[in-house]
């Protein structure tokens, strides 16, 4: 703890389920200085943002906090030193008994909490943390939205009841429940948000989270076109946030696909020639006509759940990918390893091309990716793919990492060898990366790179031809027609 800090009474024991702490101090004119304990800014090694989107310094009030010994200079001159009765604060609020205090927490925001985002907030099989972010000690939900009014509203009652069976009824901030996702984006005291609304949703949200000072993890894809994703990625950058892409893969599962990855580019298989994703690319389409509208249930804002679509009347389906086509929805965790195996993470593919009805490309180094199934091989396909070279070849999904010959990836990796960005939870690493401000495994680049891969198929599979693509300007160099799909018309005010 800092010197200029507020400190916890000498006489305080560390045992004790509560802690004495001057309440209220009496002005000479009979007003009342209540004691801001709990709820006083405290430094937090992050950077907090004022309203405006600027990083506090000295000059932004709410970033202030009092030495132990100033605060109790200024209540004696300000009560003739003479304390009121004492207030009971509880021992969870100084991080006691093994808990995280407040001033440690990354405090957060949900956008979007139904079945992938309320997996997330209150565990899932795509979490990897019993009780999710809320059951985490070292992060505080302050807010959670959906366009369904019942769905918003459970979540806050599930942690808020958490937090109250832990903390205590009353010694914790409550969880509110909100429609629009603005009004969290508002809160000063959100430190982060997790973006888990339909794809469609994805970057302007995470565009608009980043101007508002929030940092950001957004479920895939990260985006559904090349200039959106261009888009997160300069918002991220020029307003200095953490961004973490939901593609969970290079962190999670035991750590299958970061090992396949470093045996491919230590050169276990020899020279990389081919590599099969399992599959191929994706885009998303607006419709261009709508059936009979229906009554909008109440509860739904229908208008918040088409966002940045073209408005049309409600027809019963609010999915999350009712506007995908092709492999979006999955595409961009194969690609993420696609890109990360190739060596890829700052660049793309030169040309797409069509093999058969599936999307296919060429990368400056000479291999090739194909959007299908390496023949007579079952592992890769779910969330993984096969890498072939000249010596042998490694196929990895999220059950299984397997070679051919298999004393390819039976050796333990060797520190010679490539070793690549190691994380064992990617929430863990994104929570750490706001503490700290280092970059996650998957940071805004990375997501940009793989989303642009499958976008970029998508792209390949409406024209159904080849394209040239140029990775370092992201154009499609003499091709208007092409140029053209990088980008779809949005409803205002959602542009970005």
Known sequence: MRSDQVKVPPAARSDSHFVLCGADLRSAGGGDLRSRAESETLPTGRPEVCPTGVTQNENCSAARSLSRRGFLKHAALVSGGTFALPALIPATALGRGGAVPPSERVAMGFIGIGGQGGGHLLGGAWTYVAGGYAGRADVQVLAVCDVWRDRRERAAKQVNDNYAQKFGDGNFPACRAYTDFRQILERSDVDAVLIASPAHWHATMSVMAAMAGKDIYCEKPTAVTVRESQAVLQAVRRYGRVYQAGTQQRSEYGGKFRLACEFVRSGRIGRLETIYAYRDGGAVFWPPRFGPAKPVPEGLDWDLYLGPAPWFPYDGNTGAHRFDIGELNWGQHHYDIVQWAAGADETGPVEIFMDGDRSAYKYDTGVTVFGKAYPNEPIGGEGGACFVGTKGRIAVDRNALVSDPPEIAREPLLPKEVHLYRSNSHSGNFLECVRTRKKPICDADIAHRAASALLLGGIAK????????????????????????????????WLI
């Open 462 to 493: 409406q024209l159904n031809r080849t394209v040239k693509w140029d990775p370092k300007a992201e154009v499609f160099p003499n091709d208007d027609e092409a140029n053209r799909l990088l980008s779809i018309a949005k409803r205002p005010p």
